[in-house]
């Protein structure tokens, strides 16, 4: 078995191999980053993209016979690529300068997200290439993080990089030699009883005709209360006296401590059995703005994202595109940030 725990410190000093990247590469990398919104975000997806593209180039000289998989249609899984079995996850940096390597908590815990393989791909953008700078089998990461009983630290790992194996051409010898199901991954968790599984789903779904009734569930309260009583009052002079609006808490705090945001969904009767629909996310009445990344989505009944707005700095709310449709039409609203997820289902 190979000794992977050699000191990265003296290892620096040797040559490694630049893979050099190729001018196509950063035209995609810019023409991808420019869908991100933020300066630094978008600088840091323009590293993924050149760290994966390049690190993509190098698999296929080495290994032509097995096929790469890499989603280039969304920019938020850039940093995954998949070869035969094995799925890789680039832990992508400018400069590798600290004695730590930063991996975001739920890309070792979320099924979705984790990867045989954690790579750090060091960026060279003046130079045109990258440098693999070392490696991390996920069974080890566990152990590492399992004996050490290492704590997240703001939803992250902090793994010493004297952990990673600093010899790339190991990842040639996982890839040729070793079957992907010896370092084995967390499985998404299924739910087997579908008979109660549609039971489940029309107990937690909140008919938005019903409102106009005047039949609310108990969760949906009156928004006085619930948001902040400034914005309160600015959204109710400039929405009309026929809207209805209600509240609900959501927690996210289930890995957080407790961290509770406020949905609030406006309706309003349309002719021909139609309802406009306005969905909103606030902070509770004691904070004053959100905390930025937090995401809300619009799902069609089938799950496909129909409108996504994500929370930037100082954003006292945000709010989806207000949308029309039939009585008796069905969609969802998630609310998430980083790795947890609460999705409230409507029907009109």
Not at 62 to 78: A, G, K, M, R, Y
Not at 140 to 166: G, H, K
Not at 251 to 258: F, I, K, R
């Amino acid at each position: 078995m190979m000794t992977t725990h050699e000191s990265s410190n003296n290892l620096r000093f040797l040559l490694p191999e630049l893979i050099w990247l190729e001018s196509e590469h950063f035209d995609v990398a810019r023409n991808l980053s420019q869908q991100v919104i933020g300066e630094f975000q978008q600088w840091q997806a323009y590293l993924n993209v050149l760290a994966t593209l390049g690190f993509s180039q190098w698999l296929h000289q080495h290994l032509p016979e097995q096929n790469i998989h890499q989603d280039n249609q969304i920019i938020d899984n850039f940093n995954h690529l998949q070869l035969g079995e094995f799925k890789f996850y680039l832990i992508v940096t400018e400069h590798l300068l600290d004695e730590l390597v930063i991996i975001p908590e739920d890309r070792i815990i979320k099924p979705s997200s984790v990867a045989h393989i954690y790579v750090i791909i060091e960026v060279l953008e003046e130079q045109a290439g990258i440098i693999i700078r070392g490696i991390l089998r996920y069974d080890q990461l566990i152990s590492y993080r399992d004996r050490m009983n290492l704590p997240p630290r703001n939803s992250c790992y902090q793994i010493p990089l004297v952990e990673f194996d600093t010899e790339p051409n190991h990842i040639l010898f996982y890839c040729r030699f070793l079957s992907a199901q010896m370092i084995p991954l967390p499985q998404t968790e299924t739910i087997n009883n579908t008979e109660n599984l549609p039971q489940l789903l029309a107990n937690a779904k909140t008919k938005l005709s019903q409102w106009l009734q005047g039949i609310f569930p108990d969760e949906w309260q009156l928004i006085d209360t619930l948001i902040n009583p400034e914005v309160n009052l600015a959204l109710s002079t400039r929405t009309n006296v026929e809207t209805i609006k209600r509240g609900k808490i959501l927690n996210l705090g289930m890995q957080l401590g407790s961290y509770p945001v406020v949905m609030l969904v406006n309706i309003q009767a349309q002719p021909e059995e139609k309802l406009r629909v306005s969905i909103q996310l606030h902070p509770t009445a004691g904070a004053k703005f959100l905390r930025p990344n937090l995401k809300l989505t619009l799902l069609s009944k089938a799950g496909k994202l129909l409108c996504e707005v994500t929370s930037r700095s100082h954003d006292s709310y945000i709010q989806l595109n207000p949308f029309h449709g039939d009585k008796g039409k069905q969609f969802s609203v998630e609310v998430s940030l980083d790795i947890i997820k609460i999705r409230e289902s409507f029907e009109l």
